[in-house]
């Protein structure tokens, strides 16, 4: 990789593609700044997957400094209830890690939390890769949430691979391997987690993801390579299913049909 990426700008220049709380470093700034501009190019140059719209990248290291940038962008939306959601979700996390961190795409804005996310160069690309495509995910309709996820799971371990870095580590498991071990023995299906509230319905929502980017997966090695994902969001249209079939020469129905016999099946293709 060159040490020094060609810079990116928003589609309009004047909306800033990085906002900082004050209390991340100079040296932090620009190893956030290098990161996402290799993430961007590479999602450009070897997929075509460009944006649509403007996205801001907001990092920050001090938790009160990020909830205060947070319920800023929201305005009127950062209700009590949806702020308490938020701090939950970081609670959630820092007992799963022991850090306190996060992560999320949410609108117009990319937003990251946590010193070691910004230290740890897998963790930095992990985080970006994954909330990036969702921010290219965006369109006018509804998509099965399992594939929203699951997809950009399967994005973040292109960008992993490509960057050379290990797919599998302590955060996550990326992997194909890894996330069939991780499934194993599981009943859940992707028809069940079409809907968000379903998804994190889930006892573990972790197989959500797992499971989604195995159908993610699936799809890539079967029914038209990474490209098709890429062409399955870049349409816009009123019925996610024709799309669907659309891009991969595939009914969700049959498609469903198909992966349950390959999950069944131990993950074994014939």
Known sequence: MPEQPEPVTNIDPDVPLFIFGDEVTEEQKEKIRNTTYRIIHFYADEYGVTLRKNVTFHAYVDYENFLEGYTEFHGEGATPEFLQWVRDSIEEERRITG????????????????????????????????????????????????????????????ALEYFGQPLDGPTGYYSKQAEINYVRGSDQSLEAIELN????????????????RLGAEYLVDHYGGFEAIVEFYRDYGSNWEDLFEEAFGISINEFYREFGEYQSGGFQSN
């Not at 990319?110 to 970006?128: C, K």
């Not at 509230?197 to 989604?212: I, R």
């Open 197 to 212: 509230d379903d998804f994190f319905a889930l006892d573990d929502s972790h197989v959500g993801y797992v499971l989604g």
């Open 99 to 158: 850090r306190v961190s996060w992560g999320t795409f949410d609108g117009d804005g990319i937003f990251f939390l946590g010193s070691h996310i910004i230290e740890n160069t897998r963790n930095l690309i992990h985080l970006i890769a994954h909330e990036y495509f969702h921010a290219y995910q965006t369109t006018d309709h509804e998509r099965p949430y399992w594939f929203i996820e699951g997809s950009a799971r399967y994005a973040e371990a292109l």
